[in-house]
């Protein structure tokens, strides 16, 4: 099952082929990384990649989840790397069917991601998540080419998208992760995307340059203020319980049992980002 407490606020992308990315990563504040096999790097220095990332992953990275992504969904080379290093889960690129889930189970014992970034993978994403995937992430920039949308503050072009990914993961109880931002410049373009992220209901942000790592950190966790009210919801819950109510009332708002369960993740959250790397 996923760990929904996990922190995902920050996965970065590392290139397989840059041994001095691979280890910087393992010393940043990101909660997780996704070692790259596929755009990231070059067709003949593949080879090259899986030996590195081979060598940075028996090094550790200190607790961060890692994943893998493939060079492609049936890639034997990439999946066979795979199956000899401790890693969190396999990240395929481009899925458009349940098919490639099903048979990408198949080849590995991994936990396997999927990157939505087509318009046909975004129309099929609910049987996708139902095939068995771990996860689902947004591929915005693929996804924009395909659907000649133009990059946009506010992204409106693909909001659509955005929305049937993640309603295709939380019918299945999966996380879902925000594509990336390009704009390395525009860090203040960042935050706004990264907010639009958290509102609508994305776990974190996928990244490509170490310097967004502590915007998406920040953003994407809960605040102090957030930590203090759920713990103020459950503790009128358990107050109302106790008396035999069924429902207790915060500052003359009604608190039922789904703001309980969702204040307990805030909470749960909170503390998994406090102990992060432990």
Known sequence: MPNHTRPRRSM????????RALEKA???????????LEDAVAPENK?????????????????????????????????????????????LPKV????????ATARTRHPIWCMIETPLGVLRAEAIAAAG????VAGTNDLAKDLRARHVPGRAP???????ILLAARAHGLPALDGVHLGLDDLAGFEAICRQGVELGFDGKTLVHPGTIDIANQVFAPSPEDV??????????????????????IGGAMVEQLHVDEALRVIATAEAIENRYV
């Open 133 to 136: 995937a771990a996860g689902l």
């Open 26 to 36: 393992r010393a940043l504040p990101c909660d997780g990384v996704i070692l790259d």
């Open 96 to 103: 458009e069917s349940a098919d490639t889930v099903r048979a």
């Open 228 to 249: 203090a009210h759920a713990r103020e919801v459950v503790a009128a819950w358990e107050q109302a319980r106790a008396e035999g109510k069924g429902v207790a009332r």
């Open 12 to 19: 970065l992308y590392v290139p397989g082929d840059k041994p």
């Open 158 to 164: 693909l909001l659509t998208s955005l929305s049937l």
């Open 47 to 91: 080879a090259a990649a899986r030996t590195g990332i081979a060598h940075a992953v028996r090094a550790g990275f200190g607790g961060r989840e890692v994943i893998l992504r493939v060079s492609a969904p049936d890639c034997a080379k990439d999946f066979a790397l795979a199956e000899r290093l401790a890693i969190d889960g396999v990240l």
